[in-house]
């Protein structure tokens, strides 16, 4: 009864072991020394690579962490020198504005003595450059309203970055409406004409000035 069991199992036992060889036999890659040294040298080479990579990343992540903390410094220390520049303006000039040059051209209406006439009026074209250091309300008196009439306003503006050189070109200016610009306008405080701006940069202001002039009037 055993043997006859073991009879029917042998062929079983001998397919598998056929069907293992089989397998292995497939499984397997025949090569000889110098293609395997070939690829045993290209998987280091990928390997090193690898490394190559991996390494000039972090090289890459460490240049824009120190290019970061330069401009960091660059920037703070630039902040640092507006302030003391700020300061040292503020101490020259406390009211935080300084006029550069005042043109004036006059024509007189006289009339004759006998006319009757008490007084006579002088026209005058004056043009004031004002320099605004900083970027702060800032008011600057340009005519007194009880003794002469202005009219024929024009206020232009050249920014902060524009050299004083430059104050001559026309181009260079921007023109402001002192009526409808919310950042410059022409005020009337304390019986004075003023412009009250909050830009920094230079200022050209022109007007016509009207006032009486007496004719007994003795210098």
Same mark, same amino acid.
């Given at each position: 009864?055993?043997?006859?069991?073991?009879?029917?199992?042998?062929?079983?036992?001998?397919?598998?072991?056929?069907?293992?060889?089989?397998?292995?036999? +497939?499984?397997?890659?025949?090569?000889?020394?110098?293609?395997?040294?070939?690829?045993?040298?290209?998987?280091?080479?990928?390997?090193?690579?690898?490394?190559?990579?991996?390494?000039?990343?972090?090289?890459?992540?460490?240049?824009?962490?120190?290019?970061?903390?330069? #401009?960091?410094?660059?920037?703070?220390?630039?902040?640092?020198? #507006?302030? /003391?520049?700020?300061? $040292?303006?503020?101490?020259?000039?406390? $009211?935080?504005?300084?006029?550069?040059?005042?043109?004036? #051209?006059?024509?007189?209406?006289?009339?004759?003595? /006998?006319?009757?006439?008490?007084?006579?009026?002088?026209?005058? $074209?004056?043009?004031?450059?004002?320099?605004?250091?900083?970027? +702060?309300?800032?008011?600057?008196?340009?005519?007194?309203?009880?003794?002469?009439?202005?009219? /024929?306003?024009?206020?232009?503006?050249?920014?902060?970055?524009?050299?004083?050189?430059?104050?001559?070109? #026309?181009?260079?200016?921007?023109?402001? $409406?002192?009526?409808?610009?919310?950042?410059?306008?022409?005020?009337?405080?304390?019986?004075?004409?003023?412009?009250?701006?909050?830009?920094?940069?230079?200022?050209?202001?022109?007007?016509?000035?009207?006032?009486?002039?007496?004719? /007994?009037? +003795?210098?």
């Amino acid at each position: 009864m055993v043997f006859f069991t073991s009879v029917l199992l042998l062929p079983f036992f001998v397919g598998m072991a056929t069907v293992t060889t089989a397998e292995m036999i +497939k499984s397997e890659v025949k090569m000889n020394l110098e293609e395997f040294q070939e690829i045993f040298s290209s998987a280091r080479l990928n390997e090193a690579e690898l490394r190559v990579i991996e390494q000039k990343k972090r090289h890459e992540a460490e240049h824009q962490r120190k290019i970061k903390e330069l #401009d960091e410094v660059i920037l703070q220390s630039k902040k640092n020198a #507006d302030k /003391d520049r700020a300061a $040292d303006h503020l101490a020259l000039f406390p $009211d935080n504005f300084k006029v550069l040059t005042q043109k004036a #051209d006059g024509v007189f209406n006289a009339s004759s003595l /006998d006319s009757g006439v008490e007084g006579d009026v002088a026209s005058f $074209d004056i043009e004031l450059m004002i320099r605004v250091m900083s970027s +702060k309300w800032t008011t600057i008196p340009i005519a007194n309203t009880t003794s002469m009439v202005a009219s /024929d306003w024009k206020v232009s503006w050249m920014p902060e970055e524009g050299s004083i050189a430059k104050t001559s070109n #026309d181009s260079a200016f921007v023109i402001l $409406d002192p009526v409808k610009d919310l950042e410059t306008m022409l005020l009337i405080k304390d019986e004075q004409r003023v412009m009250a701006t909050n830009r920094s940069g230079i200022f050209r202001v022109h007007f016509t000035a009207h006032t009486r002039v007496r004719k /007994d009037r +003795k210098l």
